[in-house]
């Protein structure tokens, strides 16, 4: 893959008082988030926290009616096109064809992003190769398991050579092992090419382990930026300053805790209890078949 680390201070992704609503659902509520070049940076919150419709309107999906976004420096209300050429998306739903091989879907979306017919095979190959389906490439997706399909729509999102790569819960109904290795290849790219990636998930031990920021949106903005060891050692101290002798907070400590009251009225609880319990609501694991 082609080294194209960032040698720009221009954030990868500015969002300044983005808002959208859908009728009287406020979806994202004066959004403000600033992506380092280089990082993986992680959105994380329960569901209806806006994290979608904030990527829509990052990826050019969606508008945006108000506030505004920045990727490496261009508008995505006024140059669209140039966003759309900076960024890689892989959506919560399914991007692959069944009916093709692994190589036939890339191949398809290195069509639609333009790749021209010359550069078309190797760059379709080397897609592959990065999430290890080489050997699978030329049976239909259908026989891949949950996993692999997951990689094969990371080959399909990598063959334009994003600059931002958005992964909305790449990892969401796989199993342990899958996980790992869907991280494993995310993060194998990145060194490989200074790629910027923007993931959400619900699972807090991933977004600990593997993003070097987060932030945690609830109600349409965030509640609380940083590394994990920051939020989780800033809320350490002030449990100490109230006299709390709490074993060491995890993140999901941070984020009840940020967002207070509010997830007892309209949040965590309602949506099913915590965030682990929200993975169990959405299987891609079979989604192929
Ligand atoms: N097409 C739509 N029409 C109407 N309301 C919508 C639509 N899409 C999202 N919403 C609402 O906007 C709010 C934010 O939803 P969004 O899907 O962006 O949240 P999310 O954090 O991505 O949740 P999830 O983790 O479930 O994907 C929710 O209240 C949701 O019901």
Redesign the pocket.
């Known amino acids: 893959m082609t080294d194209v680390r960032e040698t720009t201070a221009v954030p990868a992704l500015v969002c300044e008082g983005l808002r959208y609503a859908?009728?009287e659902?406020k979806?994202?509520d004066g959004l403000e988030l600033s992506v380092r070049p280089g990082e993986v940076f992680g959105l994380l919150?329960?569901?209806?926290?806006?994290?979608?419709?904030?990527?829509?309107c990052i990826t050019t999906l969606l508008p945006v009616p108000a506030g505004m976004v920045r990727v490496f420096g261009h508008d995505a209300a006024k140059e669209r096109m140039a966003v759309r050429r900076l960024l890689g998306y892989v959506p919560?739903q399914l991007s692959a064809d069944a009916g093709l091989t692994g190589r036939e879907n890339v191949e398809l979306f290195a069509r639609v992003f333009d790749v021209t017919r010359r550069e078309r095979a190797a760059r379709v190959a080397r897609a592959l190769e990065a999430v290890d389906l080489t050997a699978a490439a030329d049976r239909l997706a259908k026989t891949y398991s949950g996993g692999m399909v997951r990689r094969l729509e990371l080959a399909q999102a990598l063959v334009s050579a994003p600059r931002l790569l958005m992964l909305?819960?790449p990892t969401i109904g796989l199993d342990p092992i899958a996980r790992t290795s869907v991280w494993e290849h995310i993060n194998a790219v990145r060194t490989a090419t200074g790629m910027t990636v923007l993931v959400?998930t619900?699972y807090m031990d991933e977004a600990d382990q593997y993003c070097d920021r987060v932030a945690l949106?609830h109600r349409?903005r965030i509640h609380a930026l940083g590394t994990s060891e920051e939020l989780r050692s800033e809320l350490a101290d002030r449990r100490r300053a109230e006299g709390k002798t709490d074993p060491d907070p995890t993140l999901e400590d941070v984020f009840r805790d940020v967002a207070g009251s509010g997830l007892d009225e309209q949040g965590l609880d309602e949506q099913g209890g915590d965030f682990r319990d929200?993975r169990s609501t959405r299987r891609t694991a079979s989604r192929v078949g």
């Not at 919150?45 to 829509?56: L, S, V």
């Open positions: 859908f009728g659902t979806a994202v919150g329960p569901n209806g926290a806006g994290k979608t419709t904030a990527i829509r919560q909305d819960e959400t619900h949106m349409g929200v």
